[in-house]
């Protein structure tokens, strides 16, 4: 028979995870789900409903922040590949003045295998372990969290990250349905990662 090996860190993560629901019901699994989906429902303008959810995003980040490993100036999730969508690439061009690449829209086989050069390779708004769009950043940003004790999981420079998995509050709860109102508000976009819609020297942010 095969030995199967415990991950201590999940176990830990696991607790954690279970103590922050336990401790904010308001913020947990069953509350996040009802919220989003009353904010993709309500009779409101797509782009105020958009705003919303990022707010809601946030919300959950500040209540889950005492729990997790990530702290500012950790900076690993930073080389992970980042899907982005053209609006939030515009948004980038607007807060900073870089001009964002106009990408064609692909199938996701297509953008799957185009961003996958990118893996390792460090946000190009990333400076100093630090996110210099902090403002305006993806929702996939937004929505990272991780619970495992050991912020070296989150760095896929790290051998070890490719077969150490983390434990996250479900980030599908905001982004699904922020998805869901960016398609109906813009359509079908292109989907990048983001070093293909801001092709610059890395660290180099002005």
Request: net charge negative; with cysteine.
């Amino acid at each position: 028979m095969y030995k199967v090996e415990t991950d201590e860190l999940i176990l830990d993560a696991s607790k954690r995870l279970d103590q922050y629901i336990y401790e904010n019901p308001e913020v947990g699994f069953t509350a996040v789900n009802f919220f989003a989906n009353r904010i993709k429902l309500k009779d409101a303008p797509i782009t105020s409903k958009l705003d919303e959810l990022i707010k809601l995003s946030d919300e959950v980040n500040q209540k889950i922040a005492p729990y997790m490993a990530c702290k500012k100036g950790c900076g690993n999730c930073c080389s992970a590949i980042t899907w982005i969508k053209q609006h939030e690439a515009d948004k980038i061009q607007e807060y900073t003045g870089r001009k964002a690449q106009r990408l064609a829209v692909r199938s996701q086989n297509q953008w799957l295998e185009a961003g996958q050069k990118f893996a390792g390779e460090l946000c190009p708004f990333s400076k100093n372990n630090e996110c210099t769009i902090y403002e305006v950043r993806p929702i996939v940003c937004r929505t990272h969290n991780n619970f495992v004790n050991d912020v070296s999981r989150c760095d896929v420079t790290n051998p070890d990250s490719k077969i150490k998995p983390i434990l996250s509050f479900n980030a599908d709860l905001v982004e699904v349905p922020y998805d869901e109102l960016a398609r109906e508000l813009y359509g079908e976009e292109a989907i990048g990662e983001i070093s293909e819609f801001f092709p610059t020297i890395k660290g180099d942010i002005k």
